[in-house]
């Protein structure tokens, strides 16, 4: 195995355990511990920065993986333009209606859990692609 190589699979599974580590760990915790309206606050505090340790893991692996492995570098770049997706665009409009489902505005709350389960899905398939990316590295030693 090329150091290169042990590298890679450690960034992908450093990624992995972050993720699930946030919504097996962190998110659920953070809910029983807190009461729901300082949950919603610290999470929305916490989301921006998860999301961009997840663009830059997966980027970094992405160039680094360019050169000796081309399936790995642009599924690792798709899986960072979710967490940009994620970030700069799903996440403010989870946090509109959000906030609008708490002014009472109708249908908010639809439109709020609607937009959730997308970004749990998307975080969900950036998980299984990325245990997808580590099997294929580990299969290449």
């Not at 050169?67 to 790995?72: E, G, K």
């Not at 970030?87 to 439109?111: C, F, S, T, W, Y």
Request: glycine share 4%; aromatic share 12%.
């Amino acid at each position: 195995m090329t150091t290169e190589s042990a590298f890679l699979i450690w960034l992908v599974g450093a990624l992995i355990g972050s993720m699930l580590f946030f919504a097996i760990t962190v998110a659920p915790t953070v809910f029983r511990a807190l009461p729901a309206d300082n949950a919603g606050v610290f999470l929305r505090a916490l989301f921006p920065h998860y999301y961009l340790w997840g663009l830059v893991v997966a980027l970094t692996t992405a160039i680094l993986a360019f050169n000796s492995n081309a399936v790995v570098s642009v599924v690792c770049f798709l899986v960072a333009l979710l967490f940009v997706f994620s970030r700069q665009i799903l996440m403010p409009l989870i946090n509109r209606e959000r906030d609008a489902e708490l002014q009472g505005v109708p249908g908010a709350a639809k439109r709020f859990n609607l937009l959730h389960r997308w970004s749990v899905l998307i975080n969900a398939a950036q998980i299984v692609i990325l245990f997808g990316v580590a099997a294929l590295l580990i299969l290449e030693i």
